[in-house]
């Protein structure tokens, strides 16, 4: 993983100088509410319904052993003992006391993290594949692009203050894993004919309250002209993109209003006065950044293919676990294993401290000392040998980590909602909680097969719904919290916004409600086919026929 040079320390130990000032003086007095607000905001510090909530940037998901147990120290030190995964891949502090938030981001300095516009009207963290660098369908290891994007974006003078967030993700590999088409900007590594790397580039997605998948206006940006692209499309955004309305702020808005052809038109001739200048990257630049990641030092191995199968025939749940929790290597006797935060009556995306600091000493011990933070809100060894997953599966299973469910429907992508956000209509946690106990059965679990279950507690939709084939938004009516089911989404490749079906419903029908859902799916699917493609195939109607059924 990249580590830090004297350039990168500087920056973070005098941020966190500067907002060490800066909080002295709001508490002195000297400061406003209202001046304080958007310096708190760049160092990742959001007022919630209870207490501060700190965002610690985690670029692209990417956390050593020394940072995660500094995320437990943190959690046990000002926290109330916990931790939550974001879906940008970041990580959330959701009680520290104001006051502390300055030593907070002193520590996490000496671990090479910190807090820096993980909020406010700025660049954020750049999202990527979790399984980045050691997928077998990678075209490209999107991490070198991340973190140039993240030199790049970091306090740039220009994109400091626009009209609203911005949001990057990139993905390297056939599969998108990474949702690009659902971000700001979505870059895609490609090859040409020639076999030279490029990116296609999207613009104008995004979900909260006006959701859009977003549009391809380049199909091949050299990936010299990475930086300088990026800077034409920010330059266009940040002049025309309204600031009279937040709700109409983002960059969809905009490419939506002018059309995407229109938007492309006027980056191209920005972006005329940019190619080929200053920011032109090089062989050279690229491997300056390249020359800060440490690889991880791989044996020559074979895969254990007939070893792995014989654990699965003496141990069912084992079996299960590898099935659904592990993910192919490009190595050769290697594993990816995913560490499930879901276990019904967690939170999804909570970890505790000392969990924290297992999932350290596990990474040392069986990953190269690194672990990921998926948007899914898990958490990843990337590089697991296979002749120790049986091993490994057994101290997962001790410390609550083992939950064979990874992409199934209790794997459940989850906002905090009303029990923590001040801008939630409704809770999301007691929703996600009724749903994996009504299917806690594994045999039906696996019978139903993949389905992705997202729940968002307001429109804002930091729980993706709009993207999930079975999507949960909260509502507020007339004081009483409602939710409102869509069907239909999904973030990959074939990206699309869900359908909604119909009426809103009470929280205690919740369960339910996705119960009959589900029969429907099994009882009208063909073989093999999926949720989403069930959907596709028979439409709205008989999903909404059967849950409505009991009004009519």
Same mark, same amino acid.
């Given at each position: 993983?990249?580590?830090?040079?004297?350039?990168?320390?500087?920056?973070?130990?005098?941020?966190?100088?500067?907002? #060490?000032?800066?909080?002295?003086?709001?508490?002195?007095?000297?400061?406003?509410?209202?001046?304080?607000?958007?310096?708190?905001?760049?160092?990742g510090? *959001?007022?919630?319904?209870?207490?501060p909530?700190?965002?610690?940037? @985690?670029?692209?998901?990417?956390?050593?052993?020394?940072?995660?147990?500094?995320?437990?120290?943190?959690?046990?030190?000002?926290? =109330?003992?916990?931790?939550?995964?974001?879906?940008?891949?970041?990580?959330?502090?959701?009680?520290?006391?104001?006051?502390?938030?300055?030593?907070?981001?002193?520590?996490?300095?000496?671990?090479?993290?910190?807090?820096?516009?993980?909020? !406010?009207?700025?660049?954020?963290?750049?999202?990527?594949?979790?399984?980045?660098?050691?997928?077998?369908?990678?075209?490209?290891d999107?991490?070198?692009?991340?973190?140039?994007?993240?030199?790049?974006?970091?306090?740039?003078?220009?994109f400091?203050?626009?009209?609203?967030?911005?949001?990057?993700?990139?993905n390297?590999?056939?599969?998108?894993?990474?949702?690009?088409?659902? +971000?700001?900007?979505?870059?895609?590594?490609?090859?040409?004919?020639?076999?030279?790397?490029?990116?296609?580039?999207?613009?104008?997605?995004?979900?909260?309250?006006?959701?859009? @998948?977003?549009?391809?206006?380049?199909?091949?940006?050299?990936?010299? +002209?990475?930086?300088?692209?990026?800077?034409a499309?920010?330059?266009?955004?940040?002049?025309?993109?309204?600031r009279?309305?937040?709700?109409?702020?983002?960059?969809?808005?905009?490419?939506?209003?002018?059309?995407?052809?229109?938007f492309?038109?006027? @980056?191209?001739?920005?972006w005329?006065?940019?190619?080929?200048?200053?920011t032109?990257?090089?062989?050279?630049?690229?491997? #300056? @950044?390249?020359?800060?990641?440490?690889?991880?030092?791989? =044996?020559?191995?074979?895969?254990?293919?007939?070893?792995?199968?014989?654990?699965?025939?003496?141990?069912?749940?084992?079996?299960?676990?590898?099935?659904r929790?592990?993910?192919?290597?490009?190595? /050769?006797?290697?594993?990816?294993?995913?560490?499930?935060?879901k276990?019904?009556?967690?939170?999804?995306?909570?970890?505790?401290? =000392?969990?924290?600091?297992v999932?350290?000493?596990?990474?040392? #011990? *069986?990953?190269?000392?690194?672990?990921?933070?998926?948007?899914?809100?898990?958490?990843?060894?990337?590089?697991?040998?296979?002749?120790?997953?049986?091993?490994?599966?057994?101290?997962?299973?001790?410390?609550g980590?083992?939950?064979?469910?990874?992409?199934?429907?209790?794997?459940?992508?989850?906002?905090?909602?009303?029990?923590?956000? $001040?801008?939630?209509?409704?809770?999301?946690? /007691?929703?996600?909680?009724?749903?994996?106990?009504?299917?806690?059965?594994?045999?039906?679990?696996?019978?139903?097969?993949?389905?992705?279950?997202?729940?968002?507690?307001?429109?804002?939709?930091?729980?993706?719904?709009?993207?999930?084939?079975?999507?949960?938004?909260?509502?507020? &009516?007339?004081?009483?919290?409602?939710?409102?089911?869509?069907?239909?989404? $999904?973030? !990959?490749?074939?990206?699309?916004?869900?359908?909604?079906?119909?009426?809103?419903?009470?929280?205690?029908?919740?369960?339910?409600?996705?119960?009959?859902?589900? &029969?429907?799916y099994?009882?009208r699917?063909?073989?093999?086919? $999926?949720?989403?493609?069930?959907?596709?195939?028979?439409?709205?109607?008989?999903?909404?026929? #059967?849950?409505?059924?009991?009004? +009519?």
């Amino acid at each position: 993983m990249y580590v830090y040079d004297q350039y990168d320390q500087k920056i973070v130990e005098d941020r966190v100088k500067q907002y #060490r000032d800066q909080t002295r003086r709001y508490l002195a007095g000297e400061l406003s509410g209202e001046e304080f607000r958007p310096l708190r905001l760049q160092n990742g510090l *959001y007022i919630q319904r209870f207490a501060p909530m700190l965002r610690v940037a @985690v670029p692209y998901g990417l956390m050593s052993s020394t940072q995660v147990r500094m995320m437990a120290k943190i959690a046990r030190d000002y926290d =109330k003992g916990y931790a939550h995964i974001s879906t940008r891949q970041n990580v959330q502090f959701n009680w520290p006391d104001l006051e502390d938030i300055p030593d907070i981001l002193a520590e996490l300095a000496t671990v090479q993290m910190h807090a820096i516009q993980t909020s !406010g009207n700025c660049i954020r963290n750049t999202t990527t594949d979790q399984f980045a660098g050691v997928a077998k369908d990678e075209i490209v290891d999107p991490r070198l692009w991340c973190e140039i994007i993240r030199q790049w974006s970091t306090f740039h003078p220009e994109f400091t203050h626009l009209p609203r967030k911005f949001k990057i993700a990139v993905n390297g590999a056939v599969s998108d894993r990474a949702a690009i088409e659902v +971000h700001d900007i979505g870059l895609e590594a490609v090859q040409n004919e020639a076999g030279e790397l490029g990116f296609r580039v999207s613009v104008g997605g995004g979900l909260g309250r006006t959701p859009i @998948v977003g549009s391809f206006i380049n199909e091949f940006l050299p990936w010299q +002209h990475l930086i300088s692209y990026l800077d034409a499309i920010l330059r266009v955004y940040n002049r025309y993109g309204r600031r009279d309305n937040k709700y109409k702020a983002r960059i969809k808005i905009l490419v939506k209003a002018l059309t995407p052809a229109v938007f492309a038109e006027r @980056v191209n001739a920005e972006w005329a006065h940019l190619k080929d200048g200053p920011t032109t990257l090089t062989d050279a630049e690229v491997a #300056r @950044v390249a020359a800060h990641f440490i690889d991880p030092s791989y =044996k020559a191995l074979d895969d254990q293919d007939a070893a792995l199968k014989a654990l699965d025939a003496e141990h069912p749940g084992f079996a299960r676990w590898r099935q659904r929790n592990t993910f192919a290597h490009k190595k /050769p006797g290697y594993v990816a294993v995913t560490l499930s935060l879901k276990p019904t009556g967690v939170a999804p995306g909570d970890v505790t401290d =000392k969990q924290l600091d297992v999932i350290a000493d596990l990474a040392d #011990r *069986y990953s190269f000392s690194e672990v990921r933070n998926s948007h899914n809100q898990n958490i990843i060894l990337a590089d697991v040998e296979q002749a120790q997953l049986f091993t490994l599966w057994g101290e997962l299973r001790e410390n609550g980590f083992a939950t064979p469910n990874v992409g199934l429907l209790t794997d459940i992508i989850c906002c905090p909602g009303g029990d923590f956000c $001040s801008l939630a209509n409704a809770k999301s946690i /007691p929703i996600a909680e009724a749903i994996q106990r009504r299917f806690e059965d594994l045999d039906y679990l696996f019978d139903i097969g993949d389905i992705d279950l997202n729940i968002s507690g307001c429109m804002n939709a930091c729980g993706h719904h709009h993207v999930g084939h079975i999507g949960i938004l909260g509502v507020d &009516k007339k004081g009483q919290e409602f939710y409102q089911v869509s069907l239909g989404g $999904s973030s !990959g490749r074939d990206a699309s916004l869900a359908q909604i079906l119909g009426p809103s419903f009470a929280e205690a029908d919740m369960a339910d409600v996705i119960d009959k859902i589900v &029969k429907v799916y099994v009882e009208r699917r063909t073989e093999e086919e $999926s949720f989403l493609d069930t959907f596709r195939r028979i439409g709205v109607d008989p999903f909404k026929e #059967r849950v409505y059924a009991a009004n +009519h």
